[in-house]
């Protein structure tokens, strides 16, 4: 694996976040911290290398308020530091189908880095962990742990909708599904607080 220490992660993200204060930070430890506890279960992954992937998939985020872009910004940060693993992740962690289309956000980038985006989701075969950052990015407010359909419904009610759509939540359905096959649990079980956070029950 080609990541970064945990050190380093937090260094990056601390970095992040006073380049461009915003909920994306604590988003990405949400994420970090589901990663980590869904890996814990499954025999095929790695709870600490989780851990970092998940701090690390919105890091384009560093360069500011932007869309789609983030992923890209995110991609080149860590690929030309030769983290390639933690790379790929963020360019993977937004399509559970591998369709430019599906994505929600504005495509603000070139010609040329949409059809490097569409080139590498073609070429890349997905891992569990690329699989598993897509469901934890889809289960993750910037508060905590939360029902994945509410999260879905937060992004589309945020982003508007499109024709992907449905499929696009179908296969996030799906990868929980498989996940729960492979640990044999709810993912909700190991995800503390998931009941607080999505009915909100610790604001009354
Ligand atoms: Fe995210």
Redo the contacts with the bound molecule.
Sequence with gaps: MNLPTLKEARAFLSEGQARNPGAWVD??IV?ARAAEAISTYHPDLDPYDAYIMGLL??IGRREGVTGMRHILDGYRFLEEKGFEDAARVCLT?SFPIRDVRAALGRWDCSEEELQFVKDTLARVAYNDYDRLLQLC?AL?LPSGFCLIEKRLVDAALRHGINEYILPKWRATLEIQRAFEETIGRSIYSVLPGVMENTFGLRQT
């Design positions: 988003h990405s994420v998939h919105d962690h990015d993750a």
